[in-house]
């Protein structure tokens, strides 16, 4: 564990050194046409070429007195460099079995978000309750389904169960995006801030079992899922929270906070990649 504990207490120098070793390296492996399986549209090694690239800019510098924003950053890149070579939960499934072992860990935490927007519409100023119920509507109907296939899928590793998982989790993170789209025209501060926490729940949740599929799909049936998400991660990240969405990660994995921001900005990134 000691070189674990070197990244952490002395990070801006590690972080600089190895990611440039990284970027060094991967080069390399492209040329010479290793790849590392792939990655959305791409592969591993350019995935973690990238990450190891634009981590690099996020630590470059001036020189004079540091500061806790340039703190902090040497620490997310620590976190970043130890997250290359750690294994992360949502993007590390092995087979169909570990992977519908985890999407059913997730689904008691899915119900509860599913239930806290449920109970949000209370908390709303009374002109935006009904839009908000309208966003969110389908919620409960879609999410039990996913997570009745989820469990169909641990029984029954198949196929064809897969398929009706991958269609269920596309309809269900449709839905979820749409409803972002939908509650971010509340006028009313309070009421778009109460909104739009509550419906980051579900996307979060959502989004990490669409990683998990993902991760047992084929690069064709990736695309025929990609395809039917008609509404892109791009269109709704601005009203995430990554604060919000890391802190849930973490809680549902038991890691720090910092290792599940890298762990969800390279989901996010392999999904956009992949299309959605």
Sequence with gaps: ??????????????????????????????????????????????????????????????????????????????????????????LSG?????????????????????????????????????????????????????????????????????????AQVVTLQQQVNASLLQSAKIVDPASQKHALAAIQGVVTIVTAMLALVQSVSSKAQVAQMAAHSTIKLAAVRSYLDEAQTAAIVADHYGEPVGLARVQVARAEYVEAEAGF
């Design 1 to 90: 564990m000691n070189s674990i504990s070197n990244v952490w207490n002395h990070p801006k120098t590690s972080a600089a050194g190895l990611l440039i070793a990284i970027v060094t390296v991967a080069g390399v492996l492209s040329q010479q046409g290793v790849t590392m399986g792939t990655a959305g549209t791409g592969t591993v090694v350019t995935l973690v070429s990238a990450m190891a690239t634009a981590l690099l800019g996020l630590l470059a510098k001036d020189p004079g007195s540091p500061s806790a924003a340039t703190n902090s950053t040497a620490k997310l890149g620590a976190w970043a460099l130890i997250a290359l070579l750690l294994p992360l939960p949502f």
């Design 94 to 166: 092995c087979s169909g079995a570990t992977v519908a072992q985890d999407i059913v860990n997730w689904t008691p935490a899915l119900e509860s978000a599913v239930a806290t927007v449920g109970s949000t519409a209370a908390l709303l100023a009374p002109a935006d309750a009904p839009i908000f119920t309208a966003a969110t509507i389908g919620f409960d109907a879609a999410s039990n389904l996913l997570v009745a296939q989820a469990k169909a899928y641990l029984t029954n590793p198949s196929a064809s169960v897969l398929a009706q998982l991958q």
